[in-house]
């Protein structure tokens, strides 16, 4: 079965390397035969790639120890489930799922966006193939996942922290968001390289961008979640390397979304925006790169191999391919448009996009200090917490303001007088409630106080958006305030799908800012029968209860809960003491208060001998509405995503007009 | 934006150095401690605080830290710690809280 699948992926090598080769072949000297043949050999290395795909997955299911990568990842005795999902546990197997990924997004894009400019699309071809060439390269070449060896009785198992239902949900999402910003990176790649430097390329990759920007940002908020509920620090973020992986191209996806509206309505930006797609695409590779070297140190385990150098070259030829591209066609990109107003629509967008690009660079600049000061003086520094911190205030706390005052601010040109109207009543919302927050003591923290002032002006501006949009809706009459509602929604699906991300963003910071500025920490050694307060709930240590299960032993403090005199119930914080692995593990318990939003964690940080137990207990007041954003934003993703007949048309019409006059 | 980020990083300096148990001698700031646990560690760190030896993941030179707050899951004898503090006196005397275990490399299973 191993050379199925070893002759698969060489059979999907060559493909891609005949679809990067005669693709760009025919392409460039305008054979729409050659053109053709590549595009049915890049599907014909999709279906290549499944079958390799599934002999992987066959071989995990039999338990097929005489693959070295099964023998390495699973054992006998590991829950079908888990052994599935070690197809991503390892190195081998995470590059397939690229590759799998990939190919599958590249047939979909070709088929989907066949009527789109056909020059455009021959260039779009061999720029997916170059990507899938790479990936398929150092699945034949240097990591193979059908390496063999004599069968061994059984596998090594699955490392414990990867048992957990998370596993099978959060690589792949993270997967999809980071191999869907290929997408949009050929297209722009393709419009250079054709010469078609209008918005087309765009507008058709929104979807694949919005998209794989979704997938993206889902799978960051399991993995918080999963560091939250599992990992037992207290947290759900540390800014450790292989988070900000994935949070920089994200950060660089959400200003091009944004960017690419300036450029489909003024058609400005046009360098930027290439620029952005590059940046974007070119940071995911980094975020694989990163997650796959071991060349910096992280929480995260990885195997250290040797397709870091590859990786690092591919990156190279990959960013200076395309800065030449985008300076060789620069006459071509020149903006029809300049900017009228520094107060106006395309401004605020601009600002939006700086913050966000400056962020996403500053993070950048954290995660390769170490290597950087490494060749400069010598010796490795870190920069910790308190540097992501710093920026993140002084750059996001604007940004959160940004997404208040943008919708309400007219294109080209915005008159004083019209935005003193407009903003009228979110000033007033946040005025009172900023007053409120430091009547009831929040200005504990001042950036806490800020954070949130600033988030009700954004809810209340977003809820003036939706008002006076039903409104006007409804007054062209014929329909009840329901039905203009999700008409107005319906109408225009981008624009209202947009605002209810923005609605999650805001619950994501006050979140955030719940959990992080206004958290209580208290710790405490604790004797049966002893109590301690935090935050006004009493907590009594009631003693230790310890329990065998087959492969652990799970000891148990036994934590009443009390506020005031009010019983609110038994939580048992504690450790698990797997014999086979000879290691603990840290099993938190979180009171969730649905009414408030906050939650109650405690962690029984140490068990002593003497009966006493180290209990660590954190208040983490409207920490929920961190994961209530999560589905908000799912929500805003796929009303913007939601197909839409009408727009279509009208794209399809004004780019017929287009090509007519062109 | 690139004035804010001068000025923070003139301000605040050049991060923190990582270094090896061998290379303290050298540092006399607060740095970034990397080394494998050696030795069986001892003491409570939640009262007195932990004594544990720091070895080079490779070489020689041995330190002994003294760490109080939260001890990882994977802290134990063989496995690779990074831990923030200070030489005083021939003891490495760590921040509260900043013990961090690193993953072994590969996750060695045994075989």
Redesign the interface.
Known sequence: MADLGRAALVTSFLLLLYALVGGSLGAWKGRRRLAESAQNALLGSFAATVVATAVLLGALARHDFSFQYVA?HTSRELPLGYTLTAFWGGQEGSLLLWLLVLSGYSVAAVLTSRRVDREVLAWVVPTLALVGTFFSLLLVFVASPFATQAAVADG??L?PSLQNPYMAIHPPMLYLGYVGLTVPFAFAMGALLARRTDERWIVATRRWTLAAWAFLGIGQLLGAHWAYVEI??GGFYAWDPVENAALMPWLAATAFLHSVMIQEKRGMLKVWNVLLVVLAFGLSLFGTFLTRS?II?S??????SSIGPWFLGFICLITAGSLTLIFARLPLLRAKTRLESLVSREATFLYNN??LV?LAL?IL?GVV??IL?QAVTG??????K??YN??LH??GIPLLLLMGIGPLVAWRRASLRALGRTFLWPLAAAVIAGAALLAAGAGSSRIGVIAYTFSVFVLASIALEFARGTAARKALGGLGWAGAFSSLIARNRRRYGGYVVHASVVLLAIGITGASAYQTVR?S?LKPGQSMTVAGDRLIFRGFQSRMESNHRAIRALVDVYRGDKYLGRYRPGKNQYFAE?????EVSIRHDLLTGGDLFL?A??V?SDGSV?L?ALQKPLVNLLWLAGFVFVGGALIALWPDAREERRLAERYAGAAVRA | ?LA??LL?TSI?G??????RPSQLANHHGRV?L?GQVVGTPSG????GGKRFRLRDVKGAGTVTVVYKG??P??F?TGNDV?VDGRLRNGVFVAVPNTL????????A???
């Not at chain 1, 000879?582 to 840290?586: E, F, I, L, R, W």
């Not at chain 2, 409570?44 to 009262?47: I, K, L, N």
């Open positions: 390495d090594a198992g490392n037992g620090w071991g140190q929480i995260h385990s990885f195997t250290q700086l913050l400056a500053t600049w200090y170490p000061s010796q490795a520094a870190t920069v910790s308190p540097y710093f920026f002084t750059f710790e050694r000879d290691q603990v593990s840290n962690i940080d140490q002593n180290d660590k | 934006m804010v980020f923070y605040a050049g991060g923190t150095p990582v270094v970034s990397m409570d760190a939640h009262a939260s001890v899951d994977l134990k990074v961090v275990t690193k993953c072994p490399s590969k996750y299973p045994k075989r």
